[in-house]
């Protein structure tokens, strides 16, 4: 019970964080709302299991929509993460909003009826609590299978540290859910062990924070020597959307010669303040994001059969890079490989 709590209030915390310094990346916000959807079905589950459930009954159930949140937030999370294509999101919160209405009589039982209603259901699940849960491992199926082939297909593209921590994620869930599938067929009762969820949480927050903490979701504050800059933090978005939306139309930066000069010209944008932004909102510098794009590019058409007769030198100079030194230094900070070994698997 303790440890499910501190797993709950990690969770909380973190996702709080996440969404106040999400910038709106969209990895970040859909990490930060996984989190917190997580944290609210652990923070109910462990109310419905200990004598706090009838001390607030009406506190009861107010979790349970939320679980059909958290696999649709879990697959955007893994789509953030390769930059794929946006996809609208509200779709596939249908359920969430279903479940609201499904529960509204429950939330309206008065004092009595609701612990009444709590203690009998902790006895014998009642049948539309049955068909909650089976709708509930129903989604979780097909939107783990989603992620699972999100992953496969979309390795080379996805930074390896965060590969691998978004593998780590959909693994803890399946166990997860094959966890609760097997208590389902052995025993049921309101008193059963959250330990794992607990655990799970705490593992996932601890190995994002100390092992990986990917580029695309560290809490950096603004640098220093932006202190006195009278860039706007709703007008540094602003630029950067400008910019990512500039060099991805046409793919502007396959071309060597591009500059932050040029962009910013093309853009209307000063130079310093473009810099700023990049710089602010993905930690990253202008040439830092383009040969971010250029390995890419180039681990695309390495994946491409019309590209095999392009030597590595040839599929480098393709994407914009002027050097081999400079894409391989680059290949390997972006994938932990190098091209060769690359080229070399898919053969």
Not at 155 to 164: P, T, V
């Amino acid at each position: 019970m303790i440890l499910g709590l501190i797993g709950a209030a990690h969770g909380f915390l973190i996702s709080l964080m996440l969404l106040i310094t999400s910038k709106k990346i969209p990895l970040r916000v859909y990490l930060a709302l996984f989190l917190l959807c997580l944290s609210l079905v652990l923070s109910g589950s462990l109310l419905l299991s200990s004598t706090m459930a009838t001390q607030f009954p009406h506190l009861a159930y107010l979790h349970s929509p939320f679980t059909y949140m958290v696999f649709p937030l879990l697959y955007f999370y893994i789509r953030a993460s390769s930059k794929s294509e946006k996809l609208p999101f509200w779709p596939h919160s249908i359920l969430f909003f279903a479940s609201i209405l499904h529960h509204l009589p429950i939330y309206f039982l008065n004092t009595s009826e609701k612990i009444g209603y709590i203690q009998s259901a902790g006895i014998e699940l009642p049948m539309h609590r049955s068909v909650f849960f089976w709708t509930v491992i129903l989604q979780a199926i097909v939107y783990l299978s989603l992620s699972i082939n999100r992953l496969r297909n979309q390795q080379h593209i996805i930074n390896r540290k965060l590969f691998i921590f978004s593998s780590a994620f959909v693994l803890l869930m399946i166990l997860l859910v094959l966890m609760g599938v097997v208590r389902k067929f052995t025993f049921y009762s309101y008193d059963q062990s959250y330990l794992p969820a607990a655990i799970t949480l705490i593992w996932v927050i601890y190995a994002y924070f100390h092992f990986f903490n990917p580029n695309f979701s560290d809490f950096k504050t603004p640098q220093s020597k932006y202190g006195k800059s009278g860039l706007s933090k709703l007008q540094s978005e602003h630029y950067l959307k400008a910019f990512i939306d500039f060099i991805e139309s046409g793919n502007s930066y396959l071309n060597p010669g591009l500059t932050l000069a040029e962009v910013s010209t093309a853009l209307g944008i000063n130079p310093n303040y473009l810099s700023q932004s990049i710089n602010q909102n993905l930690n990253q510098t202008f040439t830092e994001v383009l040969n971010e794009y250029r390995v890419k590019e180039a681990i695309q058409m390495m994946h491409n059969r019309k590209y095999d007769h392009y030597s590595i030198d040839g599929i480098s100079q393709e994407v914009g890079f002027k050097s081999k030194s400079a894409f391989y230094s680059n290949f390997k900070k972006l994938t932990g490989g190098n091209p060769k070994e690359l080229r070399k698997g898919l053969k």
